[in-house]
């Protein structure tokens, strides 16, 4: 597991609902998947990439109200490092399943995570 993927997985998990990485097969009513949509060399040193730019997309995912589930998440998140980009209001009218997708950045130097 990537250390962008472990960070996600552990920063989300004082909200006791599933995280998963892309897609979710459980049975649960209330879940999040994440993914990555883009990785960009930010800061070079002498021609090598010292600062990684990562570009996630958090999605939620509920029958239900998730505004209160939304709140949480960004604030779990900002907390760590994570740059909130942009979010939006979705509805999978096959599934009648609520989705929020939250778009966010973060930083990574040279392999180890950093909220600066």
Do not use: C
């Amino acid at each position: 597991m990537s250390l962008i993927n472990k960070l996600i997985i552990d920063t989300l998990k004082p909200l006791k609902i599933p995280v998963s990485f892309q897609k979710y097969s459980g049975k649960a009513k209330e879940y999040i998947t994440f993914h990555e949509y883009s990785a960009n060399g930010e800061e070079y040193e002498d021609d090598v990439e010292a600062m990684t730019g990562h570009y996630i997309q958090v999605d939620i995912w509920t029958k239900g109200d998730y505004t209160q589930l939304v709140s949480k998440v960004k604030e779990l998140l900002i907390s760590f490092g994570f740059k909130r980009l942009n979010e939006e209001d979705l509805y999978e009218s096959d599934t009648e399943i609520y989705h929020k997708g939250i778009r966010f950045y973060f930083l990574e130097k040279k392999g180890e995570l950093y909220n600066g």
